[in-house]
């Protein structure tokens, strides 16, 4: 389930995002290859849901995290970048080997 729109849609549609400790306290990041360790949450990649998330502070409460800081402007930049020939070789190769 995307926890922006609450929509209910297949992994392979949906990013996964899990919480990192960073300078100031934990944040939100994509897991791009979808292998980090630890509660992770499901996402569109759209800038839509991702708003939504933020509203209502969903990430907090779907990755168990208190005080969770969320950058939108990064999560939807890095959102587009994975998109956008951002792919790992790795998954390339997965997708290969998945009829
Ligand atoms: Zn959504």
């Known amino acids: 389930m995307c926890v922006g729109c609450r929509g209910r849609a297949d992994r392979t549609q949906l990013v996964r995002v899990t919480a990192r400790c960073g300078d100031t306290g934990p944040v939100v990041e994509i897991d791009h290859r979808k292998t980090q360790p630890g509660r992770g949450a499901w996402l ?38 994975a998109g956008d020939g951002g792919q790992s070789e790795e998954q390339v190769a997965q997708d290969m080997s998945t009829p």
């Open 44 to 81: 569109h990649p759209s800038a839509d849901c991702v708003s939504a998330a933020v509203r209502r502070r969903a990430f907090g409460s779907a990755l168990r995290v208190d005080g969770l800081a969320v950058d939108p402007v990064g999560l939807i930049a890095s959102l587009n970048s």
